[in-house]
């Protein structure tokens, strides 16, 4: 079976949450309601791009990863 990777880039208000982790899974939730095919399951990672907390816009890279039949 091959494996498939989406990649979604996200940005999210840095006041949004309490911490960077927080603000990531804001960001998988966003990556997910952009998606166009909901597949199941799928692992959704997301890496830090640019800004940091409190900023006025935070960066992130999404990456949803399924496999494909």
Same mark, same amino acid.
């Given at each position: 079976?091959?494996?498939? &990777?989406? /990649? /979604?880039?996200?940005?999210?208000?840095?006041?949004?949450?309490? =911490? !960077?982790?927080?603000?990531?899974? #804001?960001? #998988?939730?966003?990556? @997910?309601?952009?998606? &166009?095919? /909901?597949?199941?399951?799928?692992?959704?990672?997301?890496?830090? !791009? =640019?800004?940091?907390?409190?900023?006025? =816009? !935070?960066?992130? @890279?999404? @990456? &949803?990863?399924? !496999?494909?039949?």
């Amino acid at each position: 079976m091959a494996t498939t &990777r989406d /990649y /979604y880039t996200v940005q999210v208000p840095g006041d949004a949450a309490d =911490s !960077v982790a927080d603000l990531a899974d #804001i960001a #998988i939730d966003e990556a @997910r309601d952009r998606a &166009r095919l /909901y597949c199941m399951p799928a692992l959704w990672t997301a890496t830090l !791009v =640019s800004g940091e907390l409190g900023d006025w =816009s !935070v960066t992130f @890279r999404v @990456r &949803r990863t399924r !496999v494909k039949r």
